[in-house]
């Protein structure tokens, strides 16, 4: 019985998140009204192990494409440009906030709703995944 | 009696320096704490023609009477183009007097004509506040005003994706004041509360 326990208490410790995981936070996408094809996402990103994670690519059921950009700012001209891979050094944070670094969500499938949660997988180097819930905000 | 005359005069005197005081003080410049007030060297503009998210045309005429707080950007923009409408649409509830409520028009002026439709337009405003108004034109007619406001804006032709482009534009936020001149920018970053306070002192004074 005691056996069976702790079989059960470990793999419930290792399901939800793996131990070589960022740790995200307040992940939420900026909804905008159904004829606009695009969306912004936002997340607080913590890289709390020891070795750099770098996020190749990530994607959705609910966005034909999702990329990572920064907003900068030039002698009061504001841009965009596509950020490739996104490495977070071992002990570092990132945020994606207005303004700044984001993910640019294109095309959404379906309308989204204030409070819809939208799952997101993240895709790492080393072939490893992490999925995570955006939830959409006005 | 004597008494009474020199009362008279010291009155006199005190009313009179009120009356100036007061006259000084409604001379001096507008400092706004998040922009520049161009005073008397606010500017004339170009006669332009845009249209608006009802596809009626929008000139000169149309803005004059009121405030004009106008935004440069577009609608396929994610990112700094709802940050900043939204921003513009905080500022319109915390500015708590009517008065000044209702001398302010929100103009968003898109810089991407060939994906902004009227249609898409007055969605697109009317997601952050029903009073907002959105306006396009092609280039060759945008281009006098976005230049004699001293706005830039660029279709990036690098990518190969025709559908998915972007476009950088400035950030600044123009103010037009009620003849239609070019009075004002308030500069990025953008705060709802400090542009409620410059805009009803500006208003407030005028």
Known sequence: ?????????????????????????????????????????????????????????????????????QTFEVDGVTSMRAIGDLTIRAG??????????????????????????????????????????????? | MKNLHFFAIALFALCGGFVASWLVYDSRPITLETGQWFGDQAMVLPEFQLIDHNNQNLDNSRLSGKWSLVFFGYTNCPDICPTSLQTLAEMMKVIDDPDVRKAIQVIFISVDPDRDSAEVLKSYVHYFNDD????????????????????????????????????????????????????????????APAMARDLSKIIERH
């Open chain 2, 132 to 191: 907002f108004i959105g306006a396009t034109a092609p280039l060759a007619a945008l281009n006098p005003l976005t230049k004699a406001l001293g706005v830039r804006h660029s279709r990036d032709k690098s990518g190969e994706d025709q559908a998915n482009y972007e476009v950088s534009h400035s950030s600044v936020m123009i103010l037009l004041d009620p003849a239609v001149k070019f009075a004002g920018v308030f500069s990025a970053p953008h705060s």
């Open chain 1, 1 to 69: 019985m005691i056996k069976q326990t702790l079989l059960l208490v470990l793999l419930i410790c290792a399901l939800p998140v793996s131990a070589e995981n960022l740790q995200i936070t307040d992940a939420w996408i900026k909804n905008l009204p159904a004829v606009v094809p695009v969306r912004a996402g936002y997340m607080k990103i913590s890289n709390t192990q020891s070795q750099d994670i770098t996020i190749l690519s990530l994607d959705s059921k609910l966005f034909e494409g999702i990329h990572i950009h």
């Open chain 1, 92 to 138: 570092e944070s990132l945020e994606l906030a207005p303004g700044g670094f984001h993910l640019m969500m294109m095309s959404p499938l379906e309308e989204l709703s204030p409070g819809q949660k939208v799952v997101v997988t993240l895709h790492y180097q080393g072939q490893k995944t992490q999925t995570i819930e955006m939830v959409v905000r006005k």
